[in-house]
């Protein structure tokens, strides 16, 4: 029989359990294969100094009253960390279908602890890579740090609940992985990720700001640049807005599907 005064609650089982897949999930991203740690910096750095490269070569030096290449970093910082939420949380399930023959570990803890790694590992990204935009004479000291962490969060919350409601898609419909594949690339490009979506007429701007991501970059931007001017309509509460929904949706699918998610 057991002892009832050693008995752990489910609040500090949960914690075990997310603490255990956390390291483990950490372990695998940065040392799954050589320098992946590495990568991980390299990756955004290289789509930052391609873009950068292009508008030196038109010479235009500023969007919206923000240093162009402080404008490209901050904003792919932005989109990198959705994107990047988004993707591991859609492969959680599958990369993690042995943890679930124990009855302690379900599909949500191990997507949640994929979502919570990201952030941590784009916070050291984000570092590195402003402080190297810094040694080479870019400067972007943060104007309104709570805008920023706001702005951060909330793409960060978008990714993660686009990640849920997709890996259940994919479970569901496997072709689906293509589409989703494929949705990444006209995402990145309509975010006003790597061309300024001022430059756009109406009313295709305003389409173009029916998406959350649009709004999240835009406040990054403007949390680093007290001078930038943003994309008239950007609404914080609406990046959130989108983001509390979405993730509604993907908890619900989580919840129906449940056994669907690990069954191979």
């Not at 750095?45 to 970093?73: N, P, T």
């Not at 943060?142 to 805008?147: F, G, N, V, W």
């Not at 479970?171 to 006209?186: A, D, Q, S, T, V």
Request: overall charge neutral; some cysteine; glycine content about 6%.
């Amino acid at each position: 029989m057991a002892d009832s005064s050693t008995a752990r609650n489910p609040i500090a089982i949960t914690l075990a359990v997310w603490k255990a897949i956390f390291l483990r999930e950490a372990l695998e991203r940065l040392f799954d294969m050589r320098a992946a740690w590495l990568w991980l910096v390299m990756e955004p750095l290289m789509h930052m100094g391609f873009y950068a490269f292009i508008y030196s070569v038109i010479r235009m030096r500023d969007v919206g009253g923000a240093d162009i290449v402080i404008w490209i970093v901050v904003g792919m910082l932005g989109f990198f960390l959705f994107r990047r939420t988004a993707d591991q949380v859609t492969h959680a399930v599958d990369s993690n279908q042995p943890l679930f023959a124990y009855r302690q570990v379900k599909p949500f803890d191990a997507a949640f602890m994929r979502a919570a790694l990201e952030c941590f590992l784009m916070l050291i990204v984000s570092i590195i890579i402003l402080s190297i935009a810094a040694l080479l004479g870019h400067f972007a000291p943060p104007d309104d740090i709570l805008l920023i962490l706001m702005a951060f969060s909330g793409l960060w919350l978008f990714g993660f609940s686009y990640g849920l409601i997709a890996s259940v898609a994919m479970r569901l419909i496997p072709e689906m992985k293509h589409i989703l594949k494929i949705l990444m690339l006209p995402l990145y490009i309509i975010s006003g990720v790597i061309w300024p979506l001022h430059l756009i007429p109406q009313p295709y701007q305003d389409w173009l700001m029916i998406n959350p991501i649009a709004h999240g970059v835009e406040l990054v931007r403007a949390g680093f640049v007290a001078r930038y001017y943003v994309i008239p309509g950007t609404d914080l509460g609406y990046l959130y807005g989108c983001g509390i929904v979405s993730l509604f949706v993907g908890l619900v699918l989580y919840r129906r599907f449940d056994a669907q998610l690990i069954m191979k």
